[in-house]
């Protein structure tokens, strides 16, 4: 059994920029160790012999072939719609 200190769950909270209350701490100390038990049971189970899992619903990809399609448009024709229009491309505002 695993019990997590009040100093790890306030190390965890300082690396998620949580303020925890004295409250929040030892209820986090709890629910997390709680998390941490389960862990190290699950890790106890012997799974010698089974193939992972990777997905459980049965879907596959469905892919398509790729094919060029001609849409009759010229670049230049696409640009005059355009409400600026800077070395031959769409100009629009800085994005950050």
Do not use: C
């Not at 094919?67 to 994005?95: C, H, T």
């Amino acid at each position: 059994m695993s019990k997590l200190s009040r100093d790890a769950v306030l190390k965890l909270a300082d690396l998620s920029r949580l303020k925890l209350t004295a409250e929040e701490i030892e209820r986090f100390r709890e629910e997390l160790s709680a998390i941490l038990d389960f862990v190290e049971m699950l890790d106890k189970v012997d799974v010698k012999g089974l193939e992972p899992t990777y997905q459980v619903t049965g879907l596959k990809n469905v892919m398509r072939e790729d094919k060029p399609r001609d849409y009759q448009a010229k670049p230049v024709d696409l640009l005059k719609g355009a409400p600026a229009i800077e070395k031959n491309q769409f100009k629009v505002k800085r994005v950050l």
